[in-house]
Every structure is written in C-alpha cells, then in structure tokens.
C-alpha cells in the first residue's frame, strides 16, 4: 500500500454531502457458510447470518472499545434477537492504545493475554483514534499504522487461522458541531486512515464496518435538528456517548447481515383472521362485546437501548435522526378493520395508554412503548449483559493484569480470586439466557366512546 492515501485532498465533506450519508454504513466480503448452524432462524437462511450457535466474540479496540458501549449493544441485540443460540462475547478494549499497543503493553502482549487466550472465532478490531496522532495526516504515523495493523491481522491469522474477523474505522472525530482545530479537521485523518483500514479488509478478506461514515452524517443531521445537544453526542469530541455508540454497533451490525425484525403481526379484526406473524404465533383471537383480544408469542425480544429520556437525550436525538430503529428493530402489530375509533390498549393486563384504529390499521411500532412488557424485559436483559461485562472487567483489570506478569505462572491466591469472579459471571450469564427468553403476553383492546 502506497505511504499516502488515495483521495486525501477530497476527504474534506461538507454538511450538504453530509446530510446525503446513509447514516448506515458497512463494506461486505461475502464469506462462505459457517458449519454447524441452524438451517434457518429467525426468517434469516443459513449463511445470511454472521454469527453461529458456539460462537465466542472478542471486541479488541481503545478507549473506544473499553468504554463497553457499542459492543455491549452489539452483544444485546444478539441476546435479544436470537435468545436461544449460546454466544459468548467478551470486551477487551484498552484506553490510550494504538496498533503498537499501549498502556496495556505492547501489541505481543495484548494480543497474548487479552485476545489469543480467549480462542475467539470472531473478532471485532477498532484502532486508528489514537494511531493519527490528532493533527493533520501525518505520512511517518500513517505508514506505521498500516505496518502495525498488518502485524496484528497476520499474528491472528497465525495463531487463529479459522476466526472470522471485523474491522472497524475509526469513529468520528466531532468536527462538525464545532470548529475544527486545524485546517480540515482532525477527522480528516481518520477518514484517511479508514481508507486504509477497508483495503486491508479488501487484501485480507475480512469484513469491514465503517462506523465514521455514518457517525458524521448523523452529527450533521443532529446539528440540525438541535445544535445544542448534538454536541453532546461526542461530549469530548473523541468518546461517544450512547447515541454515537448505537451508531457503531448499529455498523457492525449491517456488516454482520442483520435481520430487522423483531415480530411483525398482521390481523384482520373484522374475519379474526391472521395475514402475517413473521417471528411470532398469533392464537386465542377474540372479539367479545367490541373488546378484540389475542395471544402473541414472538421468538425475539426487542433491542434493548439505553433509551431513557431523562438521562441519555444523546440517545434519544441519534434515533431520532438516524433510521437505525427502522433498520434494526421492527416491531409492528397492525390491524385492520377495527370498528371504533379508538381503542385502550391493555398488555397483560397492563394500560398501554390509547391508540387511534387508524394507527392500528397503519401498524403500531411496538419498540416505542417504553411500557411494553417485551420492552421492559429487554431493559432487564441490558442490565444483565452488563454486570457480567463489569464481573470480567474487574477480573482482568483489576485482578490479573496488575498482579500477573507474562510469560510466569499465575500466583495461587490470584488465580482463586479470578476464579472466583469468573464463577459468579457464569451465574450471571445462566440467569442472563434465562431471562432472554420470550414469554407470551395477551393484548386487549377495549372500544373508547
């Protein structure tokens, strides 16, 4: 590969070409069919669908990576989506790190202790934040980050010949809800280092998941929409907070095949008939005295987000501005026919608030009923993924690294402490498939006057 990027001089975008991204972005390697997986899950054929049942990710990266965003709601859409399959995914992201390594040690090291050891059959690699040194393309620094990354892609290929592996650019660099420090923007030497990063993927035959593409197209979008808060969706410009991280996972996950459909019910109310219950059983159909009520048993659960309003707005606005609900969680019971103009909706017994027949006869989107008791066993799903990510956190970082050395055998009182928290994140992971599990719930719909 050439010293200097193809295209540096057009990396500079302006917002109107910003606002043309599509917010989601990836590049593809079509890879052949994994062995051993189901023939068909979820309405996606085997081989459309990335990851299989045995699967063990490892997430490799910076702070980026360390802060346990993206790949934590990479790993609960996994868990919610397809809630039977065995995955297990495990986070090793390190602040300051580069593809020469870091504060964490050098690269041999890391890639010993904090990937090979795990025997992961996918990995995920996101690396170059920290390599461009923020300031303008730098030709000595890009030549070492394409040297080091070659280093680390051929080191894996070694010693784990069978792992299917991601790439990921770089995130954005926040260019675009304030001034750039410098002529062009530090963002734009991540672009070009991401133009690397996609012609290693193209010479090795790896996928690759831009996450920058669309992070700045949803900045841009966000500017617009509220210029105040877009700023606080990279609040130091370098980290993302949830509604950036949801872009990255939401990358990796278009470049991973992902099917958009949670349950998508479709009744005619006026036969009691069912038109569509793609991953889901409709059954127990009913229409007593105008109140029409029905079972439903989906094979999924929706994706859980850290949604909150009150404390994620990032969150809140990224959704907002980006089509990644469409793409990710499509939720829909629509149905036609009904005979009054509006209806209370019960979930299980529980008030769901009021809905218009027309609203019904357009298809409801269930993911935006914070209530929903799917939605609310999603968020306990969420809330499960990350106390295990916390229990192995603290066994690594806490634990072995600080008190291990390389290479020497492990110090018995260590070894049983890290025992000892990998023993309580397998309970968490047992009570964690548990809850992934769907339930049945019962939805009634009571005529208002």
């Not at 995920?124 to 280093?151: K, S, W």
């Not at 991280?245 to 109310?269: G, K, Q």
Request: charged letters at 20%.
């Amino acid at each position: 590969m050439n010293s200097t990027p193809r295209g540096i001089l057009g990396a500079l975008l302006t917002v109107a070409a910003l606002l043309s991204l599509p917010i989601i972005a990836s590049t593809r390697v079509p890879e052949p069919k994994q062995p051993g997986q189901p023939k068909q899950m979820n309405g996606v054929l085997d081989g459309e669908w990335y990851l299989g049942d045995g699967d063990r990710v490892l997430f490799y990266g910076d702070s980026i990576t360390e802060q346990r965003l993206y790949t934590t709601y990479v790993e609960t859409y996994y868990r919610s989506r397809f809630p039977r399959r065995n995955i297990t995914f495990v986070h090793s992201g390190w602040g300051g790190d580069r593809v020469t390594g870091g504060g964490g040690g050098p690269i041999d090291q890391r890639l010993r202790r904090d990937v090979l050891a795990y025997k992961p059959t996918v990995i995920t690699i996101c690396l170059g934040m920290n390599d461009g040194g923020y300031r303008a393309f730098d030709p000595a620094l890009y030549a070492e980050y394409v040297q080091g990354y070659r280093h680390i892609l051929d080191t894996l290929k070694r010693e784990l010949p069978r792992a299917r592996i991601t790439l990921l650019t770089a995130p954005a660099f926040d260019d675009v809800t304030r001034a750039a420090a410098f002529p062009g923007g530090y963002n734009t030497t991540l672009i070009a280092y991401g133009e690397a990063v996609k012609q290693l993927g193209r010479e090795y035959n790896l996928r690759v998941a831009d996450t920058n593409a669309p992070m700045i197209s949803m900045l841009a979008r966000a500017r617009v929409s509220n210029a105040e808060l877009a700023a606080k969706i990279i609040p130091d410009r370098v980290h993302p907070g949830p509604g950036g991280h949801v872009i990255m996972a939401a990358a990796v996950l278009t470049a991973w095949n992902a099917p958009m459909t949670v349950a998508d019910i479709e009744i005619d109310a006026d036969r009691n008939k069912i038109l569509r219950q793609t991953n889901s059983l409709v059954s127990k159909i009913s229409l007593d005295n105008g109140v029409f009520t029905f079972t439903h048993a989906d094979s999924a659960l929706p994706w859980p987000l850290d949604r909150d309003a009150a404390h994620n707005q990032d969150m809140v606005l990224s959704l907002a501005v980006s089509d990644i609900e469409q793409a990710f969680n499509r939720y829909r019971l629509k149905i036609n026919n009904m005979s009054a103009a509006k209806y209370a909706l019960k979930v299980d017994g529980q008030d769901m608030g009021t809905v218009a027949s027309e609203d019904l006869a357009r298809g409801v989107d269930l993911a935006a009923l914070p209530a929903l008791p799917p939605n609310l066993q999603a968020q306990q799903v969420l809330a499960l993924t990350r106390k295990h990510n916390d229990l192995h956190f603290q066994r690594w970082r806490d634990v072995q690294v600080p008190h291990t050395k390389d290479g020497e055998p492990i110090p018995a009182d260590i070894q049983k402490r890290m025992d000892a928290l990998d023993a309580q994140e397998v309970e968490v992971l047992k009570e964690l498939h548990k809850l992934a599990q769907p339930v049945p719930h019962t939805v009634q719909l009571t005529p208002l006057p």
